[in-house]
């Protein structure tokens, strides 16, 4: 089983559609996660942090279930500029960052 | 803007060559990182610099030689690569190792080995 698992999609949405990309993680020590944001041919950049009481940061909202292992980001709103990959990481607390392949996202007009 | 910058952004060198990728943070991180790339693949973690310190080895082949000279620099030496080293090459930061807070990656090195 992979560590970190996504979906790799791609996900091609309209703009205006909300979506949902999940994550589920195999190693229950795990104590940090974060969704980054890939474009193609660049560097991940952090969209944001992870929290067990689930966190928003404008259209974007990430959730964290411990007990299931499993990580959420839903997008509002989808804009052209959404078009990416979404890369689900996880910290095992030593600083070494498990990514996922990464799940990508297409809006279209 | 990222305040982690690497150079060269691309390189092609035949499998004999010696090169040498640069990483430069201006964050003041204590913790640097090089990662790997390839298609269709998650980042791999390859090596970790605490305070200049190297502290994890991820099982990376010898022909892949790490130097972090100060805390603001980390090199990654290649000396006789395989087509298969082929990949995007990132330098990631982290203010503190230990911390869980996120790092900040460079926009990458992508290699092509012919």
């Known amino acids: 089983r992979k560590e970190v698992e996504q979906d790799p999609g791609p996900f091609n949405v309209p703009e205006g559609a909300t979506v949902a990309f999940n994550c589920t993680y195999s190693?229950?020590?795990?104590?940090?996660f974060f969704w980054y944001r890939q474009d193609c041919r660049k560097e991940p950049k952090l969209l944001m942090s992870?929290?067990?009481s689930g966190n928003e940061d404008g259209r974007f909202t990430a959730q964290l279930n411990r007990a299931s292992q499993y990580i959420s980001l839903l997008i509002r709103d989808s804009k052209l500029s959404d078009s990416a990959t979404y890369l689900c990481?996880?910290?095992?607390?030593?600083?070494?960052?498990?990514f996922g392949t990464g799940t990508r996202l297409q809006v279209f007009p | 803007e990222t305040g982690v910058t690497q150079t060269p952004r691309h390189l092609v060198m035949g499998m004999t060559n010696k090169k040498s990728l640069k990483c430069e943070q201006h964050?003041?991180?204590?913790?640097m990182y090089w990662y790997k790339q390839s298609a269709k693949k998650p980042l791999e973690l390859m090596f970790v610099?605490?305070?200049?310190?190297?502290?994890e080895n991820n099982s990376v082949p010898s022909r892949f030689s790490p130097e972090c000279p100060n805390s603001s620099h980390l090199f990654l030496h290649l000396h006789t690569l395989q087509p298969e080293d082929s990949a995007l090459y990132l330098c990631?930061?982290?203010?503190?190792?230990?911390?869980?807070?996120?790092?900040?990656f460079g926009d990458g090195t992508r290699l092509s080995i012919l």
């Open positions: 992870v929290y067990s």
């Open positions: 190693n229950s020590a795990s104590q940090s």
């Open positions: 990481v996880v910290n095992m607390g030593t600083d070494k960052l498990i």
């Open positions: 610099y605490n305070f200049k310190e190297q502290t």
């Open positions: 964050l003041g991180h204590n913790a």
């Open positions: 990631a930061t982290t203010a503190n190792i230990g911390s869980g807070q996120p790092q900040h």
